[in-house]
């Protein structure tokens, strides 16, 4: 079964700095990897994704995430915050491979970016 | 711009009212998902359905929640009797075709419950 970890609930960062948020997942399929955005009293927002292809993915507002089959790992980093980039973030995986949709999500993390 | 559409978007109710939280798919997905999200439990997959037929409720408590799709446009999701437990936001969300966007979902706004 695929599952996902997101490590730290919380994650702070000064203005400027660099954002990394952890997400390890394990799948029994090849993955297809999601990372949303939820911004206060909103619904979820596709950051990127990855599904085939370039392991390195490009998103919206500068984000950008690495897919690394060796570490099980797709972490999101971004290399300044902006004091817009505080939200939540969660990453998902794909439940089998990207063919019934469905999709499975970690526990969120909150990033807080201090001015 | 195609987006999932929710209402209300806001619901306070008393206990043991019916709630009945309607959403709109994008147009020529075909898979619809419900979702609940609360502080404690974080995001939980309540039920989803493609095609209109329902693929699995696992996540729905079954004696007091219902999800339907009377047509493609429309999916419901009905709580009766509601219990202040119940409160959350309750998230829409729409696929496209399978095999294709390799399970992306759009999400809704949301409905925000209150049952006091």
Same mark, same amino acid.
């Given at each position: 079964a695929q599952s996902v970890t997101q490590l730290g609930s919380h994650v702070s960062v000064s203005e400027g700095a660099l954002v990394l948020l952890r997400c390890n997942y394990s799948s029994s399929v090849p993955p297809y990897l999601f990372w949303y955005v939820q911004y206060p009293n909103q619904g979820l927002q596709l950051l990127l994704k990855y599904t085939t292809g370039a392991t390195l993915v490009k998103g919206i507002n500068g984000f950008e995430a690495e897919f690394k089959k060796s570490e099980t790992s797709f972490h999101l980093t971004k290399p300044s915050a902006h004091m817009s980039d505080a939200a939540e973030y969660f990453c998902a995986v794909s439940?089998?491979?990207?063919?019934?949709g469905n999709l499975i999500f970690g526990k969120g993390t909150k990033l807080s970016v201090k001015p | 711009d195609a987006r999932v559409t929710q209402t209300p978007r806001h619901k306070v109710t008393e206990m043991g009212q019916e709630v009945t939280m309607r959403c709109q798919p994008i147009l020529g997905h075909n898979t619809v998902f419900w979702y609940r999200q609360t502080m404690m439990q974080g995001l939980e997959l309540l039920a989803y359905f493609r095609n209109r037929a *329902? $693929? &699995? &409720?696992? #996540?729905? +408590?079954k004696d007091r929640f219902s999800a339907e799709m009377p047509d493609a446009t429309l999916a419901t999701l009905k709580i009766q *009797? =509601?219990? +202040?437990? &119940?409160s959350a936001v309750y998230f829409c969300a729409s696929g496209p $075709?399978? #095999? =294709? #966007? #390799?399970g992306e979902q759009f999400f809704g706004p949301g409905t925000r419950l209150t049952v006091l």
């Open positions: 439940d089998d491979g990207g063919s019934q | *329902p $693929l &699995d &409720d696992s #996540g729905m +408590p *009797p =509601s219990e +202040p437990r &119940d $075709l399978h #095999g =294709s #966007g #390799g």
